[in-house]
RNA sequence: GCCGCGAUGGCGGAAUAGGUAGACGCGCGAGACUUAAAAUCUCGUACUAGCAAUAGUGUGUGGGUUCGAUUCCCUCUCGCGGCACCA
């Protein structure tokens, strides 16, 4: 059984009480006075999805990485904004609900309920009073009201394309949730659908949202996400006629291809275009018949194949011959085209000048299909090449580009695309559009917004968006807009939702605006986003967006349009077998466990010592127990030295200054440790003092002052809220002026001289090696001569030098002595 | 294939404007207290040789720069993550 002088149980249940009824943390008065907004501090920790099974130690980990930030924060005397909701739309909820028959909305509810409860149990200080919810009306309402801005602006536009389509799922997937050409979520093969469906216009900001990178301070990996994800490619667009030999020259279609290495042109043996560019651009006319039936064929199977299979098949290249030539016009060369889908529809024009030479891919389908392969480079310069010979490729495209302004220009393509938001699912925010009656799509009045969610809904998927099956939903458009309306039955995806979240905060109970300006300008850009490293490419991308964008409309003035200052990921807590924890492993720990048998301040200060904040982190039980171990310690400590306090006829040890001096260097440790987020050296520093301080305790002595005690009680309180505010309580008995909480208190601040110690220990090398070691006064320091010759005369050094010559003296200030002899 | 990150005792990890490698914790060993256990405390613990003092070796591999390299540069090996027919 654990010590029984400090029932962790009682002690935490006690706190957390009193914090609430004292709503230590809440109400955070956001306006600020000018003087105040330098010291603002807003942290946000990652939109949490409430999941059905509630909180898991790898929620425990960033929650109170950031809690310390805000509780260390607040002791230093900044303005400190915390806040908390939930993302609560999506389809696990639903998926549920299609199960057991449950509405979305108790289940939702019921988990936010544990969630709060779990996170209020681990002492996270966040101001509840600024709560939201994704699924709540007051919020989807400002989220149809964004989606109504992004409308008038033309940013948000209905367009008939090919989508990703889960047959079980019986949704649109974005391209990111197709993994293998399966559905992410319940792998089913996914097939390609024609649909019209709702886009954000966010390829209008792709070049706001590479350049605004350089102004954040985020992890490199994940500015090269964002930079390839929108994959931004400069190159060049040439055309090439088609030859048609019943025309003249002068009316030969013409057909444009993109590339980025314009210098390889003399290169180009065949041309490729894509099954559908080919369709697009009625190219069959020109065909033979003999040819019009191969390319059809050709055509149809390609179709077949999903956008991520052909990927798949990578390897074998399939194509098929048109017949027709094309004419490079850099060298009049007539070459043949070819139909084949290892070039997409989508990127670029959709049709490649194909250069086997200087390409793996054009050059494994020349060799299946027998074409020739010209090289125009060498050594980095061209040949081959007409007048360009001799040149480097830099130069070359740039002659290639004036000499030839007719045929071939500039041109930059995107990998970005549109950001789909339809979804045909129930449990999201519907998107606030209405039909009249002749097709045509009409913003739903802002006077009717929130556009509430139907409740009389089917879940059961039938392909068909869920809403349609509301009866409601139809009567009520048809009561406010007339008869023959008809709404629209998508709803957005969740994403839409999280996009914005990190600025409702500010104002999240207002009912007049998404946001209020003034609060706005005070509080973004938020200070330090703390998220996982994983599927976090698009949620930047888009939050980013709507930044910029709702800046743009003058919504919120911040220049830069960046929402988040700095970003740092926390790692994962892998199970004790070092792997990710899955129930079907069976390594899962479950954080309430821990906090019935060790308290929360335990499993706080455990996970925070494990290593890192940023590493993965094998959970080790034993090492738990360890840490249970030092707070227990801690606590004895406080406690005796206390007793001993009113017990006047003690007196402070004489020669404390080790103690002293240890904790003033503690205090400074932590001081720089901890906005730097290195709490497992900070907590290595803490039981540091600990230990020290143990060896000491003595019974009839007393080792601290009043205030040193309350000092090292306040280095606790951002780590451990819970037994510090205990101690703290409990040292009131000192008469102290104290506050009603030690998360009130301010930051103790060390001494600057007792950080140094009387005498310094110089270490004595030869050629490199370590011989020898001695004290010195840390005042002479500055006396290299005195040190080399005392190094030199060291007893245990005599044996290094005895026959050897110094060639060099070494001396690097406070720290070492080397002598290089031979 | 491309890009990025990483490799330190039995284990998690400390220490990098280049300067005592292994802080702190776990584990392990010995001891104190106890009738006993638990709890708690003390000492030891990189490896090799030695009773010891001590000496040698040591931060994935091989090399380089340097008086001195876990730290900087190059090579390779292994592991992890991301992207991937984007022309």
């Known amino acids: 059984m654990p010590d029984h002088r400090y029932n962790h149980q009682a002690v935490e249940e006690k706190w ?54 805000a509780r260390f924060k607040r002791m230093t005397g900044k303005k ?57 009306p007051e919020y989807y309402k400002w989220t149809q009201w964004i ?43 996914v097939i390609q659908k024609n649909l019209k469906q709702w886009y954000f216009k966010i390829t209008a900001y792709q070049d706001e949202l590479i350049a605004g990178l350089q102004n954040v301070d985020w992890p490199a990996p994940t500015k090269s996400q964002q930079i390839n994800w929108i994959g931004r490619s400069e190159g060049a667009q040439v055309d090439f006629a088609i030859k048609i030999a019943a025309l003249p020259a002068d009316k030969w279609p013409k057909l444009s291809i993109f ?46 194949k999903t956008e991520e299979t052909r990927k798949i098949g990578e390897k074998d290249k399939t194509g098929v011959d048109t017949g027709l030539l094309v004419v490079n016009p850099f060298n009049q060369e007539e070459i043949p085209l070819f139909v084949a889908d290892y070039v997409l529809g989508g990127y670029g024009t959709g049709a490649i000048m194909a250069v086997p030479a200087h390409d793996e891919r054009d050059l494994a389908f020349a060799q299946k299909f027998g074409l020739l392969v010209k090289e125009v480079v060498i050594d980095g310069r061209l040949v081959n090449s007409a007048e360009f010979d001799g040149l480097i490729s830099s130069v070359a495209i740039e002659k290639m580009l004036a000499s030839h302004p007719k045929v071939a220009r500039r041109s930059v393509n995107y990998k970005l695309r549109d950001w789909l938001i339809s979804r045909q699912r129930y449990w999201g925010a519907p998107i606030p559009i209405v039909y009249d ?36 939903f139809k009567a009520r458009v048809e009561k406010l807009y007339g008869k023959g309306w008809t709404p629209e039955y998508d709803t957005m995806d969740t994403f839409v939702d999280s996009s914005w979240y990190y600025l409702r905060y500010v104002s999240a109970r207002d009912t ?17 986003y703390l998220i996982g490293e994983e599927h976090i490419v698009l949620h930047l991308l888009y939050s980013r967006f709507f930044t910029k964008f709702l800046r743009d409309e003058g919504y919120l003035d911040l220049p830069s349009g960046e929402p988040f200052a700095k970003m ?42 494990m290593g890192p904040l940023e590493a993965d982190k094998p959970w080790n039980p034993r090492a738990v127990a360890g840490v249970s171990r030092f707070l227990r310690k801690v606590y004895r400590l406080v406690n005796r030295e206390i007793a001993r306090h009113q017990n006047s006829s003690l007196s402070l040890l004489s020669d404390r200054q080790q103690l002293v001096q240890k904790l003033h260097s503690t205090i400074y440790k932590l001081t720089l440790d901890l906005p730097e987020l290195k709490y497992n050296t900070a907590i290595a520093a803490l039981m540091e003092f600990a230990n020290l301080w143990e060896k000491m305790d003595a019974d009839d002595v007393l080792l601290l002052k009043t205030e040193e005690i309350v000092a090292f009680i306040k280095l606790l309180a951002p780590l451990a809220p819970f037994i510090a505010e205990e101690l703290y309580d409990q040292a009131k008995v000192l008469g102290f002026s104290a506050q009603k909480s030690v998360h009130l208190e301010s930051w103790p601040a060390y001494d600057q001289a007792l950080l140094q110690k009387e005498f310094t220990n110089l270490v004595v090398q030869v050629n490199g090696k370590l011989r020898a070691q001695f004290a010195w006064p840390t005042k002479n320091l500055t006396d290299q001569a005195a040190i080399l010759n005392q190094a030199k005369n060291l007893e245990a050094m005599q044996k290094w030098l005895a026959d050897k010559t110094i060639h060099k003296e070494i001396y690097v200030f406070g720290k070492i002595v080397n002598f290089v002899a031979s």
């Open 512 to 528: 007049k605006q998404f946001a209020d300006q003034n609060t706005l300008k005070t509080w973004l850009p938020v200070d330090f």
């Open 80 to 136: 400190v904004f915390f806040p908390v909701g939930w993302d609560a739309f999506g389809l696990p909820a639903e998926n549920y609900a299609i199960k057991t028959g449950i509405h979305p909305r108790e289940t939702t509810k019921t988990a936010i309920d544990t969630f709060r409860r779990q996170i209020k149990r681990l002492g996270i200080s966040y101001d509840w009073s600024k709560e939201i919810a994704t699924n709540h």
């Open 259 to 304: 590339t980025t290495r314009l210098d390889t042109i003399f290169g180009a043996t065949f041309m490729v275009i894509s099954p559908e560019k080919f369709e697009q651009q009625q190219l069959f006319a020109y065909l033979s018949s003999d040819k019009v039936t191969q390319v059809q064929a050709y055509i149809t199977k390609a179709y077949q």
């Open 568 to 609: 740092r990921h926390q790692g994962m807590i892998l199970g004790p077998d070092g792997k990710k924890m899955s129930k079907s492993k069976g390594n899962v720990i479950n954080p309430d466990e821990i906090i019935q048998e060790y308290g929360a301040d335990t499993l706080r200060i455990y996970e925070m010592f």
């Open 147 to 189: 989606f109504a801005q992004l409308y008038r602006k033309g940013l948000a536009y209905q367009s008939e394309g090919k989508v990703n389509w889960c047959p079980s799922c019986q949704t649109v997937l974005a391209n990111e949730q197709v993994i293998d050409g399966l559905c992410e979520r319940c792998d089913s093969q």
């Open 437 to 472: 009656p002749t097709g045509q799509a009409h913003l739903v009045k802002a006077e009717h917004l929130p556009w509430l969610l139907p409740n009389d809904v089917d879940f059961k998927p039938t392909g068909e968006s869920p809403l349609r099956s509301s009866v409601e």
């Open 16 to 69: 957390l009480q009193f914090w609430d009824k004292e709503r230590l943390f809440c109400d955070t008065d956001l306006a600020l006075t000018p003087e105040e907004q330098k010291d603002k501090e807003y942290l946000l920790y990652a939109f949490a999805y409430p999941s059905g099974s509630g909180l898991h130690v790898g929620h425990v980990e960033p929650k109170t990485a950031l809690d310390i930030q």
